[in-house]
């Protein structure tokens, strides 16, 4: 095994064992299908296993209705639990401020949904011995609070306590709860930032009943040797056989926010994480079903089959405009609104990067495009790439486009920022033409490019860059690593519409 696992954005990951089958669930925001469970034999290799839901409660900003969006805010931080043989998904919505839950038998569904009176930030459930439920939840003031048995909401009367408090913190404060009972102790697990600089740190906290004291501090302060970024937040879970680890993420820049898998050891019936202090980049795991051929998180589409679960959408889709033509092998997409900018287009779909570098590529015909149209492909993100076709004054042409960021800041973008700039614009001969997208996140280096070449061009045609390049950031405005997205949209007038084929994904 060799860390990061996935090398894929699949940050806030919570991690259970069910039989000799691990599950993770990780965050997934504004993007639809959303909150995706993967499911693996050994911790190391993951593949999908289920969206537990196709859209949330179809607000307008989740259909991007106007120019409302929920961009950095959506689903957050869910906690995965297995209890008497039904598997429990609970989280809060950032846009929605409800706190959601979801039930099934099967972890590939159906997903019942369900809502839990209150509001928990970060939360994590906790089944206890006699079958009562609590959730810990919180920023700086971390609270444990009993749920009624059907999780609707809070017991009246019930156990409800400040459990750790980092009040004071200049900068993140304790969050990101994981809580369990392992041998009769309760333990909560959290992230939060050194006060003397920015640094994510892991922190464990134990108590012998829920009423007592709970003490402890970090557990985990490294990063791994990669550009300052500390490891940490995530569940932990034990093999079969015994043996215990964490599954954490690592800030990675652009790309998002990795998985990393951390061995974990008991001493006093206090965890020990990593070795000497520090996260391991190679050790041994072992595999419940040696023999498992794993399916690709990330993968190239001829858009003949099946929608393929790589796929996940901006936000909730309109699927009266969209079109896939299998046996043409096309992806149609049509518009129905007036974009103010890339983001604001429905129905794109998009598929994380991978680190520490990948191209995508995909023809795309244009003939469809009416004047203010765009269509292509794109890096997405609030400081966005893209590289495609528009209708101008009657005429396609070959345009890159972009917004630029500003170094340093995570904060979101202000209006003026937001403004996308055209890089370059080439006129283009006939309607369709082959793109492609390059990334580079080594040592968050963070760069797209921009090619094109003719769409009936071989394999071995050179390829011509067009534009400057493009600096990519991590941001709050969406707080997601960057992806392809394979967009259409339309700034003068609805109604046109672009198809898309044969998209190759390309690792480095």
């Given amino acids: 095994m060799i860390n990061p696992i996935t090398r894929l954005d699949y940050p806030d990951p919570d991690v259970i ?28 290799h993951w593949e999908h296993a289920a969206f537990v839901y196709d859209r949330l409660d179809s607000t307008p900003a989740q259909r991007l209705e106007g120019e409302e969006n929920i961009y950095g805010k959506g689903m957050w931080a869910a906690s995965i639990r297995y209890h008497k043989g039904v598997y429990y998904i609970c989280f809060v919505a950032n846009d929605t401020h409800k706190t959601y839950l979801y039930t099934a038998s099967r972890v590939e569904g159906p997903w019942e949904k369900h809502y839990v009176e209150g509001f928990y930030h970060d939360c994590s459930l906790l089944f206890d011995d006699d079958d009562r439920v609590y959730i810990a939840y919180g920023n700086k003031n971390i609270y444990i609070t009993e749920l009624k048995s059907d999780l609707s909401g809070p017991v009246q009367g019930g156990l409800h306590r400040l459990a750790v408090s980092d009040e004071g ?23 939060h930032s050194r006060r003397d600089c920015w640094k994510r740190v892991e922190a464990c906290f134990v108590a012998d009943s829920l009423t007592g004291e709970f003490t402890g501090g ?11 970024q500390g490891v940490a937040q995530g569940g932990i879970v034990d093999t079969p056989e015994g043996k215990w680890y964490a599954m954490l993420f690592q800030d990675s820049g652009a790309v998002g926010r990795i998985p990393v898998l951390v061995p974990v050891s008991w001493e006093n019936d206090y965890p020990v994480f990593g070795e000497a202090g520090r996260v391991p980049a190679q050790f041994a795991v072992a595999s419940t079903r040696q023999e498992h051929v794993y399916n690709p998180l990330v993968e190239s589409d001829d858009f003949k089959g099946a929608f393929k679960s790589c796929w996940q959408f901006n936000h909730e ?7 896939q033509d299998r046996e043409k092998g096309i992806w149609r997409v049509r518009t129905d609104k007036v974009c103010g900018n890339l983001t604001q287009a429905r129905n794109m779909i998009t598929q994380r990067m991978r680190y520490p570098g990948c191209a995508g590529e995909v023809t795309v015909d244009g003939s469809g495009l009416r004047e203010g149209d765009y269509a292509g492909i794109c890096a997405l993100q609030g400081c966005y790439g893209f590289v495609g076709i528009t209708r101008r004054e009657g005429r396609l042409y070959l345009t890159v486009r972009a917004v630029a960021g500003q170094e340093g800041a995570v904060k979101p973008l202000d209006a003026e920022e937001r403004s996308e700039r055209e890089q370059a614009a080439v006129p283009l001969e006939g309607n369709a033409v082959r793109l492609k997208l390059e990334a580079d996140f080594t040592e968050m280096r963070d760069m797209a490019a921009f090619y094109y070449r003719k769409a009936d061009a071989g394999e071995e045609e050179p ?19 960057c992806r392809f997205g394979l967009v259409m949209y339309s700034t003068r007038e609805p109604g046109g519409q672009a ?8 690792e480095r």
């Fill in 317 to 323: 889709p309109d699927l009266a405009l969209v079109e």
């Fill in 463 to 481: 390829w011509t860059e067009i534009g400057t390049g493009h600096k990519l950031y991590f941001k709050l405005d969406h707080f997601t690593g």
């Fill in 17 to 44: 064992r069910v039989g000799d089958t691990y599950y993770l669930v990780s965050t997934t925001m504004h993007f639809m299908p959303g909150c995706e469970i993967l499911r693996s034999y050994d911790l190391c």
């Fill in 218 to 228: 970090d557990v985990l302060d490294d990063d791994r040797g990669y550009c300052g």
């Fill in 169 to 191: 913190h200049p900068s993140l404060g304790y969050e990101g709860t994981h809580f369990y009972k392992i041998n009769g102790k309760y333990y909560l697990f959290f992230i």
């Fill in 499 to 506: 198809e898309f084929g044969n998209f190759v994904y390309r």
